[in-house]
Structure formats: structure tokens, C-alpha cells
């Protein structure tokens, strides 16, 4: 009886062990999962986030592109008008624009 007596004994300590360090790994596993439950909360809040901020800018995108406000803008500032068919030339008349000298400094740039 005492082989089964010791035997039993070092099963028991072998099991209480083996059942201590399972305990632990899942104590372990346990605030892992805690943590990467928290990151993926954060991870979600600023991927809505981002997703309103892409909404926005969307929106200014479509306002800024608008072509009556380019067209204010560009008659406003840029004193631009509509081209005149009068204005369109051929190719032939490339020719006749006059080149401007430019000089050359020592470094190679132009220099009006």
C-alpha cells in the first residue's frame, strides 16, 4: 500500500501543479485578450473617426470644385476671359511669335 500511497501522493502534486500553471497561463490570457479588447475599441473609435474627418472633406471638395464659385474666383482675380475664335491660330502662325533673348550665366540658368 505504500507504493500506491506514494504513488498517489506525487500524481496528486503533479496534478495540483500541472492544474496551478493552467490557472496561470489562462490569468495570462485572460488580461491579453482584456488588452486587445481595449485596442480594438481605440482602433474602431479612430477609424470613425477618420471616416467622418474623409466625410468632411468630401464635402469641401465637392464645395471648392464647384465650377460657378471657380469661375467667380478665376473672373475676380485672374481677369481671364472666354477664348475669342478670333484668338485660335494654326499651327504655322507658331512660326511667327518672336523669340525672346535670354542669357545665360555661369551656372547655365537663364537669366532674363
Given at each position: 500500500m505504500s507504493k500506491r500511497s506514494g504513488?498517489?501522493?506525487?500524481?496528486?502534486?503533479?496534478?495540483?501543479?500541472?492544474?496551478?500553471?493552467?490557472?496561470?497561463?489562462?490569468?495570462?490570457?485572460?488580461?491579453?485578450?482584456?488588452?486587445?479588447?481595449?485596442?480594438?475599441?481605440?482602433?474602431?473609435?479612430?477609424l470613425e473617426d477618420e471616416r467622418r474627418a474623409l466625410h468632411v472633406l468630401h464635402a469641401e471638395w465637392a464645395t471648392l470644385n464647384d465650377p460657378a464659385r471657380i469661375q467667380a474666383l478665376a473672373s475676380e482675380h485672374l481677369n481671364m476671359q472666354p477664348i475669342q475664335p478670333k484668338d485660335v491660330v494654326g499651327a504655322d502662325a507658331v512660326l511667327d511669335i518672336p523669340l525672346r533673348d535670354i542669357e545665360f550665366n555661369e551656372s547655365g540658368e537663364g537669366v532674363q
Open positions: 504513488f498517489l501522493r506525487h500524481t496528486t502534486v503533479l496534478f495540483l501543479l500541472l492544474a496551478g500553471g493552467i490557472s496561470m497561463v489562462l490569468f495570462s490570457v485572460k488580461y491579453q485578450v482584456h488588452d486587445l479588447e481595449d485596442e480594438h475599441s481605440r482602433l474602431v473609435r479612430e
